[in-house]
């Protein structure tokens, strides 16, 4: 069809809608309707081929799959950056990169002060403690800050969406103490693959592409008077390091990984056995009224 005749039905159309619609919502519609009509027409979409999009697109829902969907195809390494651009536009930089939230975050996990251990199962995996300290623009310690922490386990599965872990295994909430310190004790995360047949595997697939995550760990840090920073910090020498089928790898989200096992000091952390050791520092920025939303509605699991 020629481009006059696809405007004249889109028009048609657009036509039908009135002023009791929400005229943000048919601004979107509008949109990708039209820019989904002109892909039909430029790649010859034949009926079989829409039909069977349909279908599987049907299928993701069915299957829960639409947030590592939005992660595989890049959104939400899109929308990250984009939040980066219009903090920068405000005068807005700095501090700790943000990274992709990612679809398993479950909210209500336990609340510790300064420190927690996470490994409340008993699990396999090399013993890791993580420290540092939550800051505030002005490079100071900011105490009372929330930071939120989830990680997969050895097999590289989440508590809640595997059964076999306990309700809140490997997730805390540790709020800093006075000198804006947090702490915890946990074990080595693995990376892990989306499910293996499932819908995002499919179309992974299909574009000749991986599923594979790199082993990380995932922050939400809030405070009163800072911008909610989501972030994830990556374990270091993992071969998908910078192949994360998310692109949620970021430089500054990388730090040393310290093997700790000289004797005197696991004596001093009363450990029996050498342990890995992560020191990192979250740098927030000061909230104001003028910047994009940092608190993204997203719905969760619920515990
Ligand atoms: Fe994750």
Redesign the pocket.
Known sequence: MNKQDIDAVLARIEATETGDGNPRIQAVVNRIVRDLFVTIEDLDIQPNEFWSAIAYLTEVGRNGEWGLIAAGLGFEHFLDLRLDEAEAREGVTGGTPRTIE?P?YVPGAPVTIGSARLDQDEQPGEILFMQGRVRGADGQPVADALVEVW??NHLGAYSFFDPTQSPFNLRRTIRTDADGRYRFRTRMPVGYSVPPGGSADTLLGLLGRHGT?PA?I?FFVTAPGHRKLTTQINIEGDPYLWDDFAFATREGLVPPVTLVNDAATLRAREAEAPFYSIDFDFDLHAARTGLPADRVERAHFEA
Do not use: I
Request: charged share 15%.
């Open positions: 990612g398993l990680h997969a995550r990380h995932h």
